[in-house]
């Protein structure tokens, strides 16, 4: 069982860049892919990244490419998600997700999620 708490999410303003965290529980943490997934009101839920279990591969939606960075630190079972260049159209529920299968994280295990609302 691994168990996922996300932080680093609230209210914002356009342009800022903060950085969500997901920490695991757990001794298996390095096995899992883990993601990134935004659900916005009103629609679905989305992946936006993925990251391999080592680091050593990543994956973004198009929605995001070249603002958002996905990383890891296995020896502190943490998945980062670094946002730049926020637009209004990033509001959303952030979820963080462990699970396997590339690019496509089939999804064993979800965070609670965290709101980011971003205000113009």
């Known amino acids: 069982q691994v168990q996922l708490v996300e932080s680093g999410g609230g209210l914002v303003q356009a342009g800022d860049s903060p950085r969500l965290s997901c920490t695991a529980s757990?001794?298996?943490?390095?096995?899992?892919?883990m993601g990134w997934f935004r659900q916005a009101p009103g629609k679905e839920r989305e992946q936006i990244a993925a990251i391999s279990g080592s680091g050593a591969i990543t994956n973004y939606a198009d929605s995001v490419k070249g603002r958002f960075t996905i990383s890891r630190n296995n020896a502190k079972n943490t998945v980062y998600l670094q946002m730049n260049s926020l637009k209004s159209g990033d509001t959303a529920v952030y979820y963080c997700a462990a699970g396997e299968n590339w690019p496509k994280i089939f999804v064993n295990y979800w965070g609670q999620g965290t709101q980011v609302t971003v205000s113009s």
């Open positions: 757990g001794r298996t943490f390095s096995r899992y892919n």
